[in-house]
């Protein structure tokens, strides 16, 4: 298996598979977080590669991307959890719930962002070193964005020694 990982490239495509239908592949999501966790991959990397395919044009093709993510974000260990919680990736996230006119993602898009920017949040409560998520949502918060009804995700979906 980590042998379709072994460039960055391979990652991409992997990912670009996963994403490109509106049927979420669980299986597929799962050996991608597989492979970083095993750290098969750069988690820096991994994080790139996700951001891109959140940046496409296509809202179906974000939203499994965030999807995706989310499924990483739980099963990927901590060290790729620390480049989601980074300013690279969650500033991101804010710029495209900030973009308008032709740039703006659809609502769908923002309201999956909004979810997993709160539900992050609240599972890395206390958590020095992925503080970045707790603070891109208060930030959010005080600027006006509207969150859907909080959903508690426990700190130990998170926790991992990978």
Same mark, same amino acid.
């Given at each position: 298996?980590?042998?379709?990982?072994? +460039?960055? +490239?391979?990652l991409d495509d992997q990912i670009e598979r996963a994403t490109s239908s509106s049927l979420?592949?669980?299986?597929?999501?799962?050996?991608?977080?597989?492979?970083?966790?095993?750290?098969?991959?750069?988690?820096k990397?991994?994080?790139?590669?996700? &951001?891109?395919?959140?940046?496409? &044009?296509?809202?179906?093709?974000q939203l499994a991307a965030l999807k995706l993510t989310d499924?990483?974000? &739980?099963?990927?260990?901590?060290?790729?959890?620390?480049?989601?919680? +980074?300013?690279?990736?969650m500033d991101n996230l804010v710029s495209l719930l900030k973009a308008y006119g032709g740039a703006a993602a659809n609502y769908d898009v923002k309201q999956k962002i909004l979810e997993l920017v709160q539900a992050w949040s609240s599972a890395t409560e206390g958590r020095g070193e992925l503080?970045?998520?707790g603070e891109t949502y208060r930030s959010l918060q005080r600027e006006g964005f509207?969150?859907?009804? &909080?959903?508690?995700? +426990?700190s130990s979906m998170?926790?991992?020694?990978a």
């Open positions: 298996m980590a042998g379709w990982f072994a +460039s960055n +490239s391979a979420e592949d669980i299986a597929l999501s799962l050996e991608i977080s597989d492979v970083i966790r095993s750290k098969s991959v750069q988690p990397e991994a994080m790139r590669s996700l &951001k891109r395919r959140i940046g496409h &044009k296509n809202p179906n093709f499924t990483c974000v &739980k099963n990927g260990g901590s060290h790729f959890l620390a480049e989601i919680a +980074s300013r690279e990736f503080s970045y998520v509207h969150f859907p009804p &909080k959903v508690e995700i +426990s998170l926790d991992s020694s």
